[in-house]
T-cell receptor
Framework: GENVEQHPSTLSVQEGDSAVIKCTYS??????FPWYKQELGKRPQLIID?????GEKKDQRIAVTLNKTAKHFSLHITETQPEDSAVYFC???????????FGTGTRLTVIP | ETGVTQSPTHLIKTRGQQVTLRCSSQ?????VSWYQQALGQGPQFIFQ???????GRGNFPPRFSGLQFPNYSSELNVNALELDDSALYLC????????????FGPGTRLTVT
């Protein structure tokens, strides 16, 4: 089965700096890679996703990159704000609506 | 916020008891997936329902079972509760054969004592 590893487990950045979270996956059949943000006591919220037919996707301050050859993908948050503080999960799936395999999460703290 | 709802919000059960959790999917979504999220960990896939049938299952024992109804809502049933079943149970709705996104409900926090 698919195995998704995520690093780092915790990340602290100063407000305004960039944050990068990295994930690797094992199953070459995986073709959909979403990122979820989960604030304390709340549901995981889909913030950005990428399919295997593209290498990069941006949405305002958030971007995701995918390297299919190396089987890794990364989340980039620029100009971080205190409200970006949360736990971020990467995931991998075959064809999206099938089961998601999640990483172990990264707790991001943005220091004002 | 998504249109996915879950009930109840919190639940406390005793070891050996049975529990039923409920999920209403987002309008237009035909597929419901259930996940277990232990404290400090990522969600783990339990199973998925599509067209009222189980359509994939993770590494969970048969005492975890489910249903999907014609309106696409779903139930998760857990029999013979164990202490390790204490977790946040999340459902996610999606469109099989459509866009890839899965949207989560707020979850049910189950505590087994």
């Amino acid at each position: 089965g698919e195995n998704v590893e995520q690093h780092p487990s915790t990340l602290s950045v100063q407000e305004g700096d960039s944050a990068v979270i990295k994930c690797t996956y094992s199953d070459s059949a995986s073709n959909y890679f979403p990122w979820y943000k989960q604030e304390l006591g709340k549901r995981p919220q889909l913030i950005i996703d990428i399919r295997s037919n593209v290498g990069e996707k941006k949405d305002q301050r958030i971007a995701v990159t995918l390297n299919k050859t190396a089987k890794h993908f990364s989340l980039h948050i620029t100009e971080t704000q205190p409200e970006d503080s949360a736990v971020y999960f990467c995931a991998a799936s075959t064809n999206g609506a099938n089961n998601l395999f999640f990483g172990t999460g990264t707790r991001l703290t943005v220091i004002p | 916020e998504t249109g996915v709802t879950q009930s109840p919000t919190h639940l406390i059960k005793t070891r050996g008891q049975q529990v039923t959790l409920r999920c209403s999917s987002q309008s237009g979504h035909n597929t419901v997936s259930w996940y277990q999220q232990a404290l400090g960990q990522g969600p783990q896939f339990i199973f998925q329902y599509y067209r009222e049938e189980e359509n994939g299952r993770g590494n969970f024992p048969p005492r975890f079972s489910g249903l999907q109804f014609p309106n696409y809502s779903s139930e998760l049933n857990v029999n013979a509760l164990e202490l390790d079943d204490s977790a946040l149970y999340l459902c996610a709705s999606s469109i099989k054969g459509g866009t890839f996104e899965q949207y989560f409900g707020p979850g049910t926090r189950l505590t087994v004592t």
